[in-house]
């Protein structure tokens, strides 16, 4: 999985490592992990940032994040409470805290924390604006909520992580909303484990948004995103 290939201008590439939210962003300058669990640190050797959203098993890993971030001196980025569950175990320069409305910089990449609607402490999702303006919305493993009609409004969003399964109310209809509520060009159904959920969200983004493409992932495959014209 190590993702040797620099991005092109206006390009990201990024790898889906697991069954949950696992996403590796590289941008032509950065390389952007989030929710690291079941990957090998040595897969995530050039990691700039580990980005978490919440403190749930599947999603947060301390031993992983401490392994990672001593090899490579990364910044980890995390919501409050996975935040608490770090502080003794990251060197206190590299940790940062951040709650939905905040935002941050690893060079020249920009990233805003987001509301997240899932029952967890204080769980956030995640826009990650490249340095050439390529733009992910990573959601974790949030059910829709109306604010995501706003977040796609203003941003203009490249890539979308829907969820669609492995979390509590989360289908393959509450991933197609979020699709539908935040119009990116790229719709990524994720944090599942059943193909089946996956086509059923390819199938009604089909028929309801035919203009946004359905990318359905393979674990571990690198995947390019271009910034819409
Ligand atoms: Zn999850």
Not at 89 to 109: A, C, Y
Not at 131 to 154: C, N, R, W, Y
């Amino acid at each position: 999985m190590p993702v040797e290939k620099i991005p092109e201008k206006n390009t990201i590439l990024f790898v889906w490592f697991n069954h949950y939210a696992g996403i590796l962003i590289k941008t032509p300058s950065k390389t952007i992990v989030i929710d690291p669990v079941d990957v090998k640190p040595r897969n995530l050797q050039e990691t700039d940032a580990i980005l978490i959203t919440h403190e749930h098993y599947d999603h947060l890993d301390q031993r992983l994040i401490k392994e990672i971030q001593k090899r490579t001196g990364c910044q980890v980025i995390a919501d409050p409470a996975s935040t608490r569950s770090l502080k003794n175990i990251i060197p206190p320069s590299q940790m940062l805290e951040i709650r939905p409305g905040e935002e941050t910089k690893i060079g020249e990449v920009t990233v805003k924390a987001e509301k997240c609607q899932h029952p967890a402490a204080q769980p956030v999702t995640f826009i990650i604006t490249s340095e050439d303006g390529v733009k992910t919305f990573h959601t974790a493993d949030s059910l829709p909520f109306p604010e995501m009609a706003q977040i796609g409004e203003k941003e203009k969003l490249d890539i979308a992580f829907c969820t669609v399964g492995i979390a509590p109310g989360a289908s393959a209809e509450t991933g197609f909303e979020i699709a539908r509520l935040t119009k990116p060009q790229i719709a990524v159904p994720y944090h599942t484990n059943s193909t089946a959920s996956q086509k059923r969200f390819a199938e009604i983004l089909k028929a309801q948004m035919p203009r946004t493409a359905c990318l359905i992932p393979e674990l571990n495959k690198i995947y390019q995103v271009t910034k819409r014209k």
